[in-house]
């Protein structure tokens, strides 16, 4: 019997702990989080988390990387084949540095960047409060058509010749319509700045096809994570249009801001970018009819849900107002206790003294549909939300109903099929190779 001190024992309990409940009894509808496959799990595993490889492949600082080499020239070839490039760069750590990355090859201390509202759903590393102000760049907001949910393009246009900024930055993080990509790159190649689109939360919906590529629509550069409906492990992504832009980017990803890039992710980004290449398409279109399931639901259950007149979402996210039923952070709260994950977040139409109690939850249906959910789940589940919100019910008795129902889902659609002696010999093989060759 394995008997660990009591300090070892509360780690290992905790991590478990965590675990059960996350991954076995939890409704989870964070829009910016998702689930690995077995397969991509096992495998970033590997030894690779223990290795450096400083510079780009097959021309790195160290040695013992030639299958680090090989991976990654591998997991940048899939990638750039889903997003019909030949320009990948996967060594940021994260979608912020990715960003960074862009921001700092592209403009300099002093530039102008013309960014989407925060209130309308911008990232922070957009804001002057994160990267972007980190760097010296000015930010200034594009005008945002809550009637249209989107931005408003006339507007944009307009401020675009008129500031004449370094880097038009579209994509965000509350993001239930498709930005106008076309237009916003003419207007930003009139005046001679780039265009670069975050697509960190839909990078899934543009590898399966359900949304459509902003490389090809008009954008110079792509950055995003590696996580949200794109299922791989937590990383960064940079895609560019150009040879040029791609090399300008690696000149600053390192030295400046990445000195290992968290090797073993290749692995995982690499199996999660094939689980897209063959069911990237069945995923993303599942996805976007849960989404649109779901808010009608909850709709019907009596929630305030946004953009009803533009049919409430096109993406992963259903937005609710529950400003009428004690706010976003409440909600969040008692919804936790009901094991149903959400978060809150701040509408359009919040002011800034709002944002510990914003109006809103942002739901994101990417992870449950992973894990084979489909509209009738949706419906289960709003009604779950109407019980707790809505209704006032104690979060404790919703709780066990939802552990019941997320019995039904223990496997990860959407990923090959492994036998499960064969994910067990890849698992020996990772912790124990001295006992399987
Ligand atoms: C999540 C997010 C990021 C940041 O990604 P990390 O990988 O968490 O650093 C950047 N941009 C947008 C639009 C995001 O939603």
Redesign the pocket.
Known sequence: MFNPPEDLKEVIDIVVKHTVWRKKECINLIA?ENVMSPLAMVLYLNDMMHRYAEGKPFKRFYQGLKYVDELEVKAQKIMGELLNTEYVELRPI????A?ATVFKAMANYGDKAVVVPVQAGA?V?HTRYGTLGALGIEQVEMPFSVEEWNIDVDGAVKLIEEVKPRLVIL???LYIFPHPVKEIAEAAHSVGAKLMY?A??VLGLIVGKAWKNPLDEGADILTS?T??TFPGP?G?LIATRTKEDYKKVGKVVFPMFVSNHHLHRLAATAVAGLEMKYFGRDYASQILRNAKAFAEALAAEGFRVVAENKGYTNSHQVIVDVKGHGGGAKNAQLLEEANIIVNKNMLPWDRPEDIKNPSGLRLGVQEVTRWGMKEDEMRQIAEFMRMVVIDGKDPAEVRKKVIEFRKEFTKIHYGFDIPREEEERLFKIMLHPYEVF
Do not use: L, M, R, Y
């Open positions: 910016s994260s979608g912020t540095i960003n990232h590393s994509g965000g993080s975050d960190a939360h994570s996580h949200k937590q960064g």
